[in-house]
Each structure stands twice: as C-alpha cells, then as structure tokens.
C-alpha cells in the first residue's frame, strides 16, 4: 500500500546565506554541512517568484487552509528592506484566497531599526529574535567575528520591537542553550524583554559530534539546566508560553507538539535556498556534509515530489521511523526520538539511534510530568543502575536470582508500568478515577498494575497496534477501584460481547460499544449483572481462577484477559472445569518437581511468577511455551501430558522473564550490533539477544536433566537413557553458547560479568556422566543442526 502524501504547510525561505555574527554554534555554518559556502549570497526575485507560485500550488493542491513561511538565513535582514517586501507581496498574490499566509522573519536583530520594522508592519511580517540571556551568556557565542559582543545592539532592537508602534509584531524569543550559563539569569533576563513568547533549543549534536557534558554536572546536564529554567518559569506563574514546556505538556496529553523537537508528528517543514534548491530541516546540517540536500529545485520540482522524497518521508514515519529501544520506551509518544538530526551516528547506522540527548530528554519529560501529575500517581522510577544491586545481578547471571533480586525486578517493572500506563492512559476519561485511587488506594491500584498485561496493554497503545484503545484504562482503573470497595460509576467497553476486569476476570454482557459499571462496597452490576464479591462464577460471570502451589503462593489461571495473547503461541479460550483442574494437578505437582530438581530456582520463581496463561497445542499436539517481555510475571504454556514436562517449560520460560526484566534496566550487550549467530539448539541463526535470551533459558535446562540424572544413577531403563541424551546435548549446547556470547564482542562490562556467571553455572554439570552413547547422540544432533544452519547461512538466510 503505498503510504500517503504528508503535504507540506510549513516553508523556510531563504533570504541570505552569510551572516553579521559569527556565533561558534551555529548549525548553518560551524557543523558539518559546509554547502553554505556554494549557495548564493542573496536570493533573487526568479526565486522567489518561483517559490511562491510552488507554494500556492501546493496551497490548491491539498486544499491548505493556512500555509507558514518563515524567512531566515543566515542573517535575513542582509537580503536589504527591497528584497523582503518583495518576497512578502510574491507570496501573498500567488495565495489562493482560501489560504492564509502567517509570514515571519528570524534574525538575531543587530540591524533591526525602524525602517525594517515599518516595512515588516506594512506586509504584517512577524519577527523572532535569536538571544541567549543576559549578556555574560549571550556573548558566550553570539559575537562579531572580531569577537564583539552583539548583547546592546539585541536589546535596543527588542526594545524598539516591543514598542507601541511595532509591539503587534513581537513573535518572540530563541535561546540556544548552554549548561555553563546561568539557568535563572537566563530566563529572568529573557522575560524582563517582555517576550509574547519563548523557547529554548538544545544545541545541535549527533553521536559523531556530542555535546559538551562539563566535569561534575552529572549525567544529564542539559535536563538539569532546563528543569531550573522549568522551576522558575512555573514559580513566576508561567508569565509566557514556553514552546518546549508547553509541547512536553500537550503530548502527555496525547496531544499534538509545537515542535519538531518532540512528538510523534510527521515534520512537514521544507526549506527553500537562496538558489532555489528545495532541502530538508536546517538541523540536518549538524550531521554530515550535504545532509539536507533532495537534489530538487523550485524550478523543476514539484512540492509534492520533495515531500516523496526518501528522506522526507522517514522524517515522517512517526513511531515507525524510530529506534527499537525508543519505540519501547515509555515517554516516546512525548519524546518522539528527539530532533531527528540528533539521532545521527556515522556508523551505517544513521538517523536509526536515540537522540544523543536521549537521558536528557527522559528526564526533563518525565520530572514534567512529575511535577505536573499528583505525586502519588506515578512515583519515581527506580534510576536504571538502581534496578539492580550487584549482589543481585550476580545471582541472576548465575541463572539463578533469589526471592530479594526477583521481587527487586518486579519493583522495576511496576515502576516502568507505571510511566507506561501514564504515558497512554492520561488522555482517557478514567484517568481521573485512577489518580484519585493512587492517592489513597495505592496497594488496590498496583495489585492491578502489577499484572502482567497491563503493560501489554499499555505498549500496545504507544505502538499504535490495531485493537489498543483508551477504554483499556477504564478496565485497569475499575478493577482497581473494586479492589479498593471504592464506590464509583464508569463505562467499559464491552469486547467480543464482554466486559473485562482485568486481574478479577469478565461479565458476559452482550452486544458491543460500552457498558456503565457501577461499583460499592459489596461488589458491582454491570450490563443488568450483580456480581458479589462471593458470587460463585456462572454463564455470565466469569471470574480469575487461582491455583494454590504453596502457602500464601497462587498463581492465576488467566484465560479472561483480552491482551493475553502476548505470547508467541495463540492462547486458549475458556478453559471447562475439568480443564482447570487439570492443570490444578500438574502445576502443583511440576511445582513439587521444581522445588526437588531446580532448588536454586525454585525461590525466584515463587518470587515473581503471578500467571500462568494456557496456550493452544502446538503444531501436531506437541508440547509449546513462551514468556513475552512485555509481561513480566507471567509465562505461556499448552499443558503437556506430564508433570515433568509442565515442570521443565515453567522454569525454562521464567529465564527468560527474569533477563527480559534485566534488559529493560541494564544494557548486557551492544544493541547495535546487528550480526547473526549460531545457536547449537536451532538450525537458523539467531541476533545477539536470541541467543543470550536462550543460553540463559537452557541454564535451567541442563541443571533439570543433571539432577535427573543423577536420580537415575545406575538404571538403564528409556527414561533413564533419555535424560542422559539429554543432559549430554543441553550441556554441550550452553556451553558452546556461552562461549560463542563471550568471543563475540558485543558484551558489555556488565554482560562480561553474565557470561561468565552463566560459565561458572554450566560447568559443574559438564562433569556429570552419562556415557559415551549418550555423548555421541547429542553429538549427531548438534551437527544436524549445525549443518542445516551452515545450509541457511550459504543460502542467505
């Protein structure tokens, strides 16, 4: 399907490529581009004739109510008073009368007097200034080129510009931020010039060229400095609108950004240079040499053909576009990846990386939001070095990871659930009923985010899967709210004829569209339906069921919840009494066998699984299982036909919901690193997580067959032999992941550490014996799999 035309509405016209000053920072001349030197001086009036007619007919085209044009440079006001107005009476005869024009100037107004400003008053041409502060941080950059400073001549033009005869044209203030500057003198000196408006820009950095960080300001000083400029601004009253704060704050509300700084909105910005060649953003220049350029001119190029240009169109790709572990973050629908030129890296790579701000931007967002929201509502979450102790880390490296390091990660994730829910629920109406609960029914609140779809549900929505909708904040909250005997009334929807509570189960309602559930103390009614909190479960109420394993240990039987299906499996339906205690049996028996076999396991487990969700059997009935990263406490299994088995696949999936925690909070390997490697267990090759996903699962493996072993010392019956062959391959397999892990580079210091834990875990079950029939069948089947791998890679895939 081929996507659609995102049309332009915003212009950046180019009046003059050379500038009075000689700022140190700016992007058009100091950073990598270097096309300035090849442009014209000045643009011509075929240019701007050209451009003119180019936007009108984009303007009719797409039936543009509006369009904006900004005219810039370099230094604007260089191109002379003649040049302006002409540019101005161009744009507004070529219009359609049905498109308004909003036409601005940017300069940094050292030459800003009464005959520019009487000429912008006649053609209605806004104009933006360019300061930095007061003097001592202005002049920090923003100087002649013999190193004057350019502060007094600033001032007289903003004074002059907020009189009365030219006060309606003030559009406001731009400052480029720098952490070695006052943050308070910078604001105050800002808005004692009485600005309509301010913003503030992070200065223009890639992962080739990164920002300054000073020595002691910390990890994100350009978050702190804005922060300080934030608790001022909102200290004053917030006496103008700050774009930055102002965008931060629109889209936590799942509004649209002011800017193309933040936000999931595709840019829809050109730039036309004084020779009339058509560009991307002027930010780009930051990258490499000739980043903007789309090889078009206004001459022989349509709009319409700019804007399908390739790199035109990933700048509008929104969440699509973004880094993997950016579409994954929580604040990404307010962050947005960051400017797009500041996720450049040279390493093939490109605009594919979180913005080389991307720490900052955490926590200037979410410290906002905080600061913003009740406090209760969404605490603080745990710094990602804090996740984890190193006691614990090294528990869990081992394959293992007791009660204290699994229950340390479940924190994490409800803290990481938490600012996910937040970042998608505060745009539904029950987001109200959820902050009153977080105020005085907190425990009632995390019971329910503490289940492990929650967060399914709230990734859903910020990946902007089809099915993810809003109402999935009214389940989250009304649950919560009958957890807490709290009375209220709110409406749900109601999916494939049901409302759904998650964590208590769902009333069979009927129909579609929503259902208004009103709740009390002894329970709710829903759709004509009382339900009691000892309302036994019906045709129509379907509530949780709850396996008992240990004391003061159950674990749910979910087969209710509509984002269950999470897993790579399809799930199961409701599943029919008889089913239930089935699997009541095998799960209190496997867990006899965990506790028996896998003792080093066993605690953890108990620890932080919560669910348990039934899978449909997989292909030829055979046995299938699987964890998902977006649900932590919770593994996917088709019930096999023995205890054993059923034993095996929870403590295999468990690993790997025990390092998909680990991996929300500590990098283990370089996620740019996008190699293929072989996995001893499986014919195909796998990326780097695969196989540190499935060395760290098959840990519990072998240990399971090693104490099966051992229990079967001295018999030579099928199981016995079997559990050899067994332990001979999983061993084998492990180890030679391990080291595959280990050789490959990629490691972090960190997974260095995990690599030779998970070293020192195999080891002592490599000297088990088993005998040599034993060793040369899990040989024969490593090299079947090796060589159907070697086949795969030779064949490309």
């Known amino acids: ?121 006649a053609h209605d041409i806004k104009v933006g200034v360019s300061l930095d502060g007061d003097r001592a941080a202005n002049d920090r950059h923003r100087r002649y080129a013999d190193g004057r400073s350019s502060h007094a001549k600033v001032l007289a033009a903003v004074d002059l510009l907020r009189s009365p005869p030219y006060r309606h044209l003030y559009a406001g203030l731009l400052c480029t931020v720098d952490v070695e500057n006052d943050p308070v003198a910078v604001l105050d000196a800002l808005l004692a010039l009485e600005p309509p408006r301010v913003d503030f820009l992070l200065p223009h950095a890639t992962h080739e060229q990164p920002p300054k960080r000073p020595a002691g300001m910390g990890g994100t000083p350009y978050a702190d400095w804005l922060l300080a400029v934030y608790r001022r601004w909102d200290a004053l009253g917030r006496p103008v609108p700050v774009r930055t704060f102002d965008s931060i704050h629109r889209t936590l509300r799942g509004r649209s950004s002011l800017t193309e700084s933040l936000g999931l909105d595709p840019a829809d910005l050109v730039v036309v240079e004084t020779d009339g060649s058509l560009e991307q953003a002027d930010s780009l220049k930051t990258a490499y040499d000739g980043a903007p350029a789309t090889g078009f001119t206004v001459f022989a190029h349509t709009l319409d053909q700019v804007a399908a240009h390739p790199g035109m169109v990933e700048r509008q790709s929104g969440l699509a576009g ?32 979180p913005s080389v701000f991307c720490g900052d931007l955490m926590k200037l967002i979410t410290t906002v939001r905080d600061r913003t929201a009740t406090a209760a509502t969404v605490p603080p979450q745990d710094a990602p070095g804090a996740a984890l102790s190193d006691r614990h880390l090294d528990e869990l490296a081992a394959g293992y990871g007791g009660p204290d390091a699994v229950r340390a990660l479940a924190r994490a994730q409800l803290g990481l659930t938490r600012r996910l829910v937040a970042a998608v629920g505060t745009a539904a109406p029950a987001w109200a009923l959820a902050t009153e609960l977080d105020t005085g029914h907190t425990a009632a609140l995390d019971a329910v985010l503490t289940h492990p779809y929650a967060r ?29 005997r709290h009375r209220f009334e709110l409406a749900l929807p109601v999916r494939s004829g049901a409302v759904h509570l998650p964590t208590l189960g769902r009333v069979l309602v009927g129909g579609a569209g929503e259902a208004v559930l009103t709740g009390d103390p002894d329970g709710f009614t829903v759709g004509g339906v009382r ?108 019930r096999p036909g023995t205890a054993p088995a059923l034993a095996l696949l929870v403590a295999h999936e468990f690993q790997h919901v025990k390092l998909g925690a680990v991996l929300d909070f500590h990098d283990l390997y370089d996620r740019a690193d996008g190699r293929l ?121």
């Open 531 to 638: 339900i009691g909190w000892d309302t036994p479960g019906d045709a129509r109420w379907q509530p949780v069921r709850r396996v008992a394993l240990a004391d003061g240990w159950t674990v749910a039987l979910e087969d209710t919840d509509p984002q269950r299906d999470s897993h790579q499996w399809p799930v199961a339906d409701r599943l029919p009494q008889p089913e239930v205690q089935a699997w009541a049996g095998a799960l209190r028996e496997a867990w006899e066998l965990i506790g028996r076999d896998l003792p080093g396991y066993a605690p953890g487990i108990r620890a932080g699984l919560s669910t348990l969700t039934p899978l449909r059997p997989g292909p030829d009935g055979r046995d299938v299982s699987a964890a998902a990263r977006q649900a932590f406490g919770a593994v996917g299994i088709a």
């Open 322 to 353: 973004l880094a993997e572990e950016c579409r994954a973050c929580p604040v990404v629908r307010s962050c947005g990846g960051g400017l797009y030129a500041h996720r450049y890296r040279g390493d093939g790579s490109d605009f594919r990386n």
């Open 677 to 797: 490697f072989h996995a001893p267990w499986r014919p195909d090759p796998r990326p780097l997580e695969g196989l540190l996903q499935g060395t760290y699962a098959h840990l519990a493996v072998t240990e399971f067959w090693a104490t099966r072993v051992r229990a079967y010392d001295g018999l030579r019956n099928g199981p016995a032999e079997h559990a050899r062959v067994q332990l001979a391959a999983w061993r084998a397999h492990t180890a030679e992941a391990v080291e595959t892990l280990a050789g490959s580079g990629a490691l972090t210091p960190l997974g260095a550490r995990f690599a030779d834990g998970m070293r020192a875990a195999v080891e002592p079950w490599l000297a088990v014996p088993v005998g040599a029939a034993a060793e040369s069948a899990a040989r024969e089947a490593a090299a079947e799999n090796l060589a159907q791998w070697r086949a795969r890679v030779a064949a490309g895939g």
């Open 1 to 121: 399907m081929t996507r659609p035309l995102v049309p332009f509405s915003q212009f950046v016209l180019k009046m003059h490529a050379r500038c009075d000053l000689a700022c140190d920072h700016c992007y058009i001349y100091e950073h990598a581009d270097t096309s300035w030197r090849e442009k014209s001086r000045a643009t011509s009036e075929a240019v701007l004739a050209r451009t003119a007619e180019r936007i009108a007919e984009h303007a009719r085209t797409h039936r543009l109510p509006a369009v904006h044009v900004v005219l810039h440079g370099g230094e604007p006001l260089l191109a002379g008073p003649a040049l302006l107005g002409r540019a101005a009476e161009l744009l507004r005869a070529a219009l359609p009368p049905e498109c308004a024009l909003d036409l601005r100037i940017h300069t940094n107004a050292v030459q800003l007097g009464p005959r520019f400003l009487d000429l912008f008053a």
């Open 456 to 484: 399914a549900w709230a990734v859903r929505c910020l990946r902007g899967e089809a099915g993810a909708d809003l109402g999935g904040m009214a389940e989250l909250a009304a649950a919560a709210a009958l957890r807490a």
